[in-house]
C-alpha cells in the first residue's frame, strides 16, 4: 500500500507503474548476475595447498585501515542512477506534463535575520513612493508663483546655482574680458547703454555682477558669517583692535554720508549678535531713510528707548493673532516705566499715571485685607518676573525685528559708533569690528570678488549648463544676472541658498508693502505708480543698473519674495516659489 500511496501522489499512469515494476525486476536480476560472477571469479584454494593460498593472499589487495568506508557513496550512487533511470522514463512518457509546467529554480534558502525598523518602513513606504512624489510635485506647483517681474529678496544668500540648456556666459575670461568688467564695475558702467571701448560680451557683464565691496577685511579671518568655526582661537592685541575701531568708524561715517544723500541704495552692517540693513528712500516702497535690526533682544529695545529712539515690531505677533497673551502687555508695561519719545510716548506717559494710580489702589486694598509686605513684595517680583519672560519670549527670533525711519536713523547711526556692543570684547571675533557690506564703493573698503565654477550636468536624460557660485552674494545679484539672461537666453532656472539670520527682512518688507494700503487712505494703482517712479529718478545715480534700480524700488503685489527656485521662459516669465 505505501507504493501505491507514493505512487499515486506523483500522479503516474498505470502503464507506467508496471513498466516501474519491470525495470526493477530486470535491476534485480542483472544486480545478482553481477554477484555471482565476481564469486565465480574468486580462485577455490585448497588448504593443503600452502602455495596457492600464499598465491592468493598475495594477488588479493591489502585493505587499508585508515581509509573511510565507501559503501554509502556506493549505494547513493546507485541510488542516484536507478532514480535518474526511472526520471528519463518518465519524462518520455509524461512529456505533456512537463511542457504544462516549466521547471523553476531551486527555492532560496530562508535565513532569519534581526529585526529592522528602516527596512520595514522602506517596504512598507515602497507602494506608496510614487503617489507621495506626484503629491510633492503638485504641493510644489501649488506654491509656485508667476510674475512678469522677478521678486526681490532683501536676504543675504550664500549660494547660488543656474542651469540652462544652452551654453551659459564663460567663467575662463579672456585679458579684454576681465579689464573691461572690473573697469564697468568701479566705474558703475552700463556697457548697453554708454559709448565706450569696452568689451560688452556675455562674460564679461556675468564677472561685472560677481564684485562687492567690504569693510573689514581680514584674509586670515571668515567676517561673514561671523559665527564660523574657523575664527575659533584667533587674538587680537590692543593696538590692533585701536586701529580697527579708527579704520572703522571713519568707513562706517562715509557709507552713511552715502547712503543719506541717496548714492548708496543700501548696506549691511553685521555684528556678532545682530545684522542691520540700512535702506536709502525710495528702496522697499518707504519715502524715507530706514534701518531693520534683527534680531533684538530686551537689553538693546530698553537700551534704544534710554537712547530716546523711536521704533516698531511690524514682525511682532499680538494676542488676537494667536501670539503670547502677555506679548502686547509687555511692551506697554516697559513703555510705561521707561522715558517716552515721539507719539508712543505721550500717549504711554498718559497712560502711566492712571496705572501707578491702579497699582497703588491695589496694595492699599491687599493691606486693608491683613496681607504682609513681605508676601506683596513676592506678589510684584513675581509679576514682573512674567512680564520680562513674555517680553524676552520672542528675543533672538524673526518676530524681533526692529524698523527705525526717519530722523530716528540719524539717532541710531550715533548710538552704533558709540555703544560698546557693536564690537564684541569677548568671543569670537573679539575687537574685530562689524563687517560693513556694500555694492558701491565707499572709504576704506575692499572689493571682494565672487569666483564661480561651470560644469556640465545631466538632468533626466537631458544636458544643462551650469554655474555654481558660493559665497556673500547680496540682493542686487540675482536681478543683475537674470537680467543678462533675458536678454540672452530662452529660459533658465536658479536655486538659491539664503542665510536664515536675514530671513526677517524680506519678511518685514512684504508686510510693510501689504500694510501700507490699509494705513493710508487706500492709494490707488497711479499713486503706487508714482511713488515707485520717484524712488528710481531719485537713485538713478546709484551705480547700479536701471533694472536693477526698478526692482529695489518697486511696490504692489510680489514685489519682494523669498526666493529658493527660480525659472525663466520667454514670454512667459518668472515662476518662482
Sequence with gaps: MSTETSLSSTWTRPDDFIKLQRLKQKKKQLAARVSSNNNNKRPELDENDKCKLLEAKIAQKRKNPFAKSTDGAKKQKTDDSQESSICELTTTNTSCFIRETPTRPPPAKLVLQKFDAQAFAKLLHQQHAAQADEEDDAALAARQKHTTHLPMDWCLKTRVRFFCPTELPATQLKTSQLASGLTSFVR?????????????????????????????????????????????????????????????????????QLLRARQCPYFYLCANTFTV????????????????????TRGMRNALRQ???????????????????????????????????????????????PAEDDEDDDDDWLESLGVDERELRRIKTTHERKLQAAEMSEDFSDNSLLLIEGVECQGFFSYLLNAKSTISSVGRLAGVPPTLLASVAFPKATMQNLVPRSKKVRLDGVDYHSIDIKGLILPTFLPSVATLLCETRQMFSATLASSVNTLSFSKATQKLLESSPEDSTAPGEEDIASGQVFGEQNLSECGLLPAVVGAICRTGQHAVGLLERVCYQQGEGYAWS
Design 307 to 353: 537712547e530716546g529712539i523711536e521704533y516698531s515690531m511690524p514682525l511682532k505677533r499680538d494676542a488676537a493673532s494667536g501670539g503670547s497673551p502677555n506679548s502686547s502687555l509687555t511692551e506697554e508695561h516697559t513703555n510705561e516705566t521707561t522715558t517716552k519719545v515721539g507719539e508712543n510716548c505721550t500717549k504711554e506717559g498718559t497712560e502711566e499715571k
Design 277 to 296: 540693513l540700512f535702506r536709502a528712500a525710495g528702496c522697499g516702497g518707504r519715502a524715507e531713510m530706514h534701518a531693520l535690526v534683527t534680531p533684538s
Design 188 to 256: 558703475c558702467f552700463d556697457t548697453n547703454h554708454t559709448d565706450s571701448t569696452l568689451d560688452i560680451s556675455d562674460a564679461t557683464r556675468f564677472n561685472q555682477c560677481t564684485y562687492y565691496w567690504q569693510h573689514p577685511h581680514l584674509p586670515w579671518l571668515t567676517l561673514f558669517p561671523r559665527s564660523s568655526k574657523e575664527n575659533n582661537g584667533i587674538t587680537i592685541g590692543e593696538r590692533e583692535r585701536k586701529a580697527l575701531a579708527e579704520e572703522w568708524d571713519y568707513s562706517f561715517r562715509g557709507l552713511f
